[in-house]
Each structure stands twice: as structure tokens, then as C-alpha cells.
């Protein structure tokens, strides 16, 4: 499985950026998609992930303010960002799951900065 991820940038605070995670292999083994994110000296965490059911799982810091959702048609998943603080400033990774390995994408930088 490969996971190419796209849409990072600069942004203001309050403002808006959808992240793009397009997967290509073999995509038929993935159960969950998702995104993690890393800060400067930080661990990486999850951010969002969504289960090949439909259900989803959001960190605490970003409920209410990000959305993931899932295009089967596209093998993509995407992650709305809105209402972006200076502290979701990261590297955000793509990931996938599936038949027992974890597949990570190239990060996108994320800065939330006036």
C-alpha cells in the first residue's frame, strides 16, 4: 500500500485547510484510515481516523474543528481542518491499517501562524 498525502500550507489561526491522502496498492486489506500529526519535539498522536464501518475516532484537541471522511471511489481520505490554532502547527501523516501492518505516508507541513 502506498499513501501519497497532499494539501498542507500556511494558514492563518481561524482559518481552513483540507488535507488529501490518496492510497494505491493493495488498498482491499485497509480496515482503518487516518491521519497522525507530529509537532517539533513532540511524539507523534493520532489526529483522526475513520474504520472501514463508517465509524470515526477524533484526539480531543480537534473534535468539533476537524472532519474525516472517506471517498471509496477515490481510495482517498480527507481531513477538513477548520478553526486552526498555532498548536495544530505539524507535520501531518497519512495512515493506513490493514491485515496487521501499519503503512505511513510522506508528512505535509501544517503551520497555523499570522
Known amino acids: 500500500v502506498q499513501l501519497q498525502a497532499s494539501g498542507g500550507g500556511l494558514v492563518q489561526p481561524g482559518g481552513s485547510l483540507r488535507l488529501s491522502c490518496v492510497a494505491s496498492g493493495s488498498i482491499f486489506s485497509i480496515t482503518i484510515m487516518g491521519w497522525y500529526r507530529q509537532a517539533p519535539g513532540k511524539q507523534r498522536e493520532l489526529v483522526a481516523r475513520?474504520?472501514?464501518?463508517?465509524?470515526?475516532d477524533y484526539a480531543d484537541s480537534v473534535k468539533g474543528r476537524f472532519t474525516i471522511s472517506r471517498d471509496n471511489a477515490k481510495n482517498t481520505v480527507l481531513l477538513q481542518m477548520n478553526s486552526l490554532k498555532p498548536e495544530d502547527t505539524a507535520v501531518y501523516y497519512c495512515?493506513?491499517?490493514?491485515?496487521?501492518?501499519?503503512?505511513w505516508g510522506r508528512g505535509t507541513l501544517v503551520t497555523v501562524s499570522s
Open positions: 475513520m474504520f472501514s464501518g463508517g465509524s470515526t
Open positions: 495512515n493506513a491499517w490493514g491485515a496487521r501492518v501499519n503503512y
